[in-house]
């Protein structure tokens, strides 16, 4: 089956500063990497997701970028602010098979004033 | 719409002894799932379903059981419960096959 390893597992920057996590996957028929945040205490909630026919996509302060051919891809998190303190994982899944999600260990980012 | 509903929220087991975790969505959404999240890890699904009547084993269902009656409803039944599986359960729905996952708000079990 699928295996998404994620790093770093502890994130620590600056506000104002940029974060990047990223993800790599071990079955190259996955098509679909969402990323969720989670906050202390809360469900996880979908922040950006993309598909394997786009090489990026952009959302304000969030980007999420794809390399189908290494089989990794990375969430970027630009002028950082505390509210984006949380954990954040990421996940994949194969077309065909009802959505079953492949989740990465998380990972906890602080943003320091 | 008051989305994915999870009760309880939180309960403490004895080993051995059984519980349902229920969960309620009311997006009329066809897929919905259980994950457990350990400390420290990402999510594991447990079961899943494609629709009323319909539902498969996911990475981890050993020690669960579910049963979809009906599109609104997936409850998670614990047999003989175990401190392997305590845990935070997280029952989720979507919309379509690949998208956007809509998590309850979680059952903390402790099984002691």
Known sequence: GENVE???STLSVQEGDSAVIKCTY???ASNYFPWYKQELGKRPQLIIDIRSNVGEKKDQRIAVTLNKTAKHFSLHITETQPEDSAVYFCAA????????LTFGTGTRLQVTL | NAGVTQTPKFRILKI????????????NHNYMYWYRQDPGMGLKLIYYSVGAGITDKGEVPNGYNVSRSTT?????????????QTSVYFCA????????????????????
Request: some cysteine; glycine content about 8%; charged content about 15%.
């Open chain 1, 93 to 100: 899944s194969l077309a065909g098979t009802a959505s079953k």
């Open chain 2, 16 to 27: 051995g002894q059984s519980m349902t975790l229920q969960c309620a969505q009311d997006m």
């Open chain 1, 6 to 8: 994620q790093h770093p």
């Open chain 2, 93 to 112: 729905s979507s919309y379509t096959q690949q998208g956007e996952a809509f998590f309850g708000q979680g059952t903390r079990l402790t099984v002691v």
């Open chain 2, 72 to 84: 609104e409803d997936f409850p998670l039944r614990l047999e003989l419960a175990a401190p392997s």
């Open chain 1, 26 to 28: 071990s079955d190259s």
